[in-house]
């Protein structure tokens, strides 16, 4: 028995399109803390605790939190991405408690870039 | 020479987890080093009685591995990698220290209170941070020798009884 | 319309890579952009187009997603390089004249940041980045590894899905063929070949296996892959299966990597879940299910026969070459093997197709795979470099645009001196090689190769001969022990780089080293030993010098082999802060507060923790 035919690929992906683009509301910001082996080496385990305690305390609805693999630059983690929506996204690099719960107070919150923690905006040249 | 309690029960799981499949007698004594945190001279024994294999064929494989050993590891296994990224960044320095502090003279070795024992890994695919040290499935990067140390007593004193 | 330049001036410049066209449209068709409208873009372009007769010079390519789904539908301009955002039906008439046409960018239609008030750069404006190019690691970084559905709406399992109802296995076959693929995991040997003469085998049943026992020392791509995108491996897997007619895989993976065989176990059962791992997926009659074997820390597994025996629950004892494991591999059956990395490729090329993939890279493979190198190669950049991480660069980029533009350089001011590529079977480059462009082939003819895709950066500081020991000294304990040319002679080409570094080697010993090192290469029984005196010969070939001066000035000029090194404490900087001699094991370092120290060199066991606490860069190593 098969479970999945052809046509239901497309299907999914439109119903996970919401999460992937964030584009239709579902979610305002969307922050991907980047947990490969080096990420959790390096203490993404602690940003993401600070991230959820954040987002906990801020009350807010529309913030989504994934993690993710490694972003590559395995010498300035821990790293993670901010999303905000209509804006290219923004790499933050080696990452504390302090600096996480001020980017999302100032970033995730108010939408100010915070340009010191900053490494990059935009998406890696892909294909 | 006592031969020591042998938890017959966990071996005949980990033998059933496996089915009793020879080709997986790699996986069986994975789970084997992990549970005793050796490969127990009567274990080895057990498996070739149970899985009808040669005794010689366990002990080829245990000792071909580095992943597997025949002398007890310690409760807190050090391994400081010393794949080439941490080998340029003093990896080998960091893993002398260890040996040196615990007293331990061989790798794979276990200090006599068998509280940690240190070996060096090949790679533990951290190079981004190298050089690398794993202590209990924690993985210290950017470390040095003086900031093992510190973990290193940071440890013993945790587990000191008041 | 106005002033059509004549069709002559629109011919593609001579000595163009691609022969038929000259501009190529990569548009988005990730499942963001086309839900914004990239399918109306995509007809009014080709509308256009044909409009002006430039059907034939400029390809309209439908990528998978940008990534940068937000500005959607996007579009980037090949060669040029321009990114064009959100596109309407309406913006193409005026831009496929001004740009297509007449090769004037359209301003308004392009990428700006949003009111640009912050100092932060775009990540095409930042080196690390800005050379890289995502084949294998596309979705690193842009999906969660334990989602299939985030996967799917990546365009996940589509080329699955195209392999099975539109292809026959055999033009998924060509189709490999045709793009040139070649084996990531280190031998550079053409896929489709692989595939083709795996099917051919006779014997049921075939198996499929993915090498995910990354034993390389100082790569992690592989480990990187699994974690960041499970899904795409078994992926691969599953279409190599039905190229060759299997519908068994395996995936041999480390047993130390337990955080990527945790995703990788999730994401089989999700994909059972789904029906795209088991009996009759899609409905298309093709079953094919996986199981995991664990690796169990051997270097010599990465050698398919090896790898193999230790499946079955041997040791990993490799045998003879001239017997093919596409012939008699896992348990004697045909058996398909490759890497990690070279799976993550095959899924993206069946939807792309040969033509985008043989667009990047260098050669020509249009008459046989062999001809050039096609693609990009993941490279864990590390050691002494500024920017250490996983980099996917295409091929054909020279070691001095990775090392210094994407790595950012040699830290803390110091100076290059080489950089070991291909692992321990590899070779160390030095500074003169640094504008060869990196693929397979020159490599080798350097005396290095591309293995796993390891980049150990190294300075001034490190010694040559330490570094050829190290690799030996590796490869002298995972040799299995076998055959006597790798077991005795790395032993003994061990014994004479030990001596050398130590300052007790003889006149004469580098010829001997020298002859060692060509009876191990020509004699072993596989590639280990085969490949094993590399270090060594690419050190003596380039660092000669470094070598005699161990030999007969007993210097190390790096400054590194203990025995021929002393510590010493250097007056003007020390400042007496008393920390060296506090942690000094040997109790060694003596003086008083604020006073200049000195290290008693009978005592000193040369560790190093004194240079390693010291704050003032005091502690002088000669």
């Known amino acids: 028995m098969f479970k999945l035919r052809i046509e239901d690929l497309d299907r999914i992906a439109e119903e996970n399109k919401k999460t992937m683009s964030l584009r239709h509301g579902a979610g305002r910001v969307k922050i991907t803390v980047h947990m490969g082996t080096c990420g959790i080496a390096a203490g993404a385990r602690n940003i993401m605790a600070e991230v959820m305690r954040c987002v906990g305390e801020s009350g807010a609805s529309d913030i989504i939190v994934t993690t993710s693999g490694c972003a590559g630059l395995c010498s300035r983690e821990p790293m993670m991405t901010v999303e905000v929506t209509d804006q290219a996204p923004v790499k933050y690099i080696d990452l504390d408690k302090k600096k996480t719960k001020r980017i999302f107070d100032e970033h995730v919150m108010k939408g100010n870039i915070v340009e010191e923690y900053a490494l990059a905006m935009g998406g890696e040249r892909t294909l | 020479m006592e031969t020591g309690f042998i938890d017959v029960d966990a071996v005949d799981k980990i033998i059933d987890r496996w089915k009793y499949d020879p080709s997986y007698l790699i996986e069986m004594l994975q789970d084997i080093q992990g549970h005793f945190r050796y490969i127990p001279k009567e274990v080895a024994q057990k498996l070739s009685d149970d899985l009808d294999v040669p005794l010689s064929h366990i002990f080829h494989i245990a000792t071909f591995y580095k992943g597997f050993s025949l002398e007890p590891r310690g409760k807190h296994p050090i391994y400081v990698c010393t794949g080439t990224a941490c080998h340029v960044k003093g990896g080998g320095r960091i893993l002398e220290n260890v040996m040196r502090e615990l007293g331990v003279t061989k790798e794979g070795e276990a200090t006599e209170d068998l509280f940690f024992s240190v070996e060096s890994v090949r790679c533990l695919g951290c190079c981004g941070l190298a050089p690398v040290v794993e202590i209990d499935d924690e993985v210290y990067g950017h470390t040095s020798t003086v900031e093992v140390s510190k973990i290193l007593s940071k440890m013993r004193k945790a587990e000191q009884p008041e | ?622």
């Not at chain 3, 920017?387 to 054909?396: A, I, Q």
């Not at chain 3, 250097?570 to 000094?584: F, S, Y």
């Open chain 3, 1 to 622: 319309m106005s002033e059509t330049p004549s069709k002559n001036e629109q011919k593609p410049p001579v000595g163009d890579v691609s022969s038929s066209s000259r501009m190529q449209l990569m548009l988005c068709g990730g499942t963001a952009c086309v839900s914004s409208g990239s399918v109306k873009v995509k007809a009014a372009l080709e509308r256009e187009l044909a409009k002006h007769d430039l059907t034939d010079e400029v390809d309209v390519v439908v990528t998978g997603c940008n990534g940068f789904c937000a500005k959607g539908p996007v579009m980037v301009v090949q060669p040029d390089g321009i990114f064009y955002q959100e596109l309407k039906e309406k913006d193409i008439p005026h831009l496929v004249e001004e740009h297509m046409l007449k090769g004037r960018p359209v301003e308004k239609l392009m990428y700006s940041p949003p009111d640009k008030k912050t100092a932060v750069p775009t990540m095409s404006e930042i080196g690390f980045f800005k050379k890289q190019r995502l084949v294998a690691l596309r979705n690193r970084g842009l999906l969660d590894p334990e989602s299939i559905d985030e996967y799917i709406a990546r365009d996940g399992y589509k080329a699955l899905a195209k392999v099975l109802s539109e292809m026959t296995p055999e033009e998924v076959i060509d189709e490999m063929i045709a793009s040139g693929l070649r084996g990531r995991g280190g031998g550079g040997f053409p896929t489709g070949i692989k595939w083709k003469t795996c099917r051919m085998a006779a014997g049921e049943p075939k198996y499929v296996v993915c090498n995910a026992d990354e034993g390389d020392p100082g790569a992690y791509m592989d480990r990187s892959i699994v974690e960041a995108d499970p899904h795409v491996v078994l992926e691969g897997m599953a279409i190599a299966a039905y190229a060759v007619g299997s519908s068994k895989g395996y995936v041999y993976i480390r047993h130390e990597y337990p955080l990527a065989l945790k995703r990788l176990q999730k994401a089989m059962e999700d994909a059972r879940e789904y029906g795209l791992l088991g009996k009759n997926i899609f409905g298309k009659g093709f079953d094919f299910d996986i199981s995991i074997h664990f690796g169990a820390g051997a270097f010599v597994c990465g050698e398919s026969t090896a790898l193999m025996a230790s499946m079955e629950g041997h040791v990993g004892e490799p045998r003879a070459k001239y017997i093919h494991t596409v012939d008699h591999g896992l348990w004697d059956r045909p058996t398909n093997l490759n890497n990690v990395e070279t799976y993550a490729n095959v899924p993206v090329i069946i939807l792309r197709g040969t033509k985008w993939f043989t667009s990047i890279g260098t050669g020509d493979v249009s008459k046989s795979p062999w001809g050039g190198s096609k693609g990009t190669k993941v490279f864990s950049l590390v050691g002494k470099v500024n920017n250490t991480g996983l980099v996917e660069v295409p091929m054909g980029i020279t070691l001095r645009e990775i090392i210094f533009d994407i790595g950012g350089g040699i830290p803390n001011g110091k100076k290059f001196k080489a950089v070991q590529t291909g692992g321990p079977s590899g070779g160390v480059l030095p500074e003169s090689l640094l504008d060869i462009p990196v693929d397979f082939d020159q490599l080798t003819k350097v005396g290095s190769m591309m293995g796993s895709g390891g980049m150990i950066v190294m300075d001034e500081d490190d010694c040559m001969v330490d570094i050829a020991r190290y690799y030996i000294d590796f490869l002298a304990g995972e040799s299995c022990g076998k055959c006597v040319p790798c077991r005795e002679g790395l032993r003994q080409i061990n014994k004479m780089l030990t001596d050398i570094s130590n300052g007790e080697a003889e006149e004469g010993v580098l010829e001997l080293l020298e002859e060692t090192a060509h009876t191990v290469a020509e004699t072993s029984l596989c590639a280990l030993g085969g490949s094993a005196p590399n270090p060594v010969l690419s050190t003596l070939r380039y660092f000669r010098d470094e070598y005699e001066a161990h030999v007969r000035e007993k210097r190390c000029p790096a400054g590194l082999c203990k025995n021929l090194v002393t510590y010493s404490i250097d007056p003007v900087n020390c400042n007496g802060c008393t920390l060296c001699a506090i942690k000094c094991p040997q109790h060694a370092i003596t003086g008083e507060r604020k006073k200049v120290h000195t290290i008693d060199t009978s005592l000193c066991i040369k560790c190093g923790i004194c240079r390693d606490v010291c704050k003032q860069d005091a502690v002088i190593v000669k």
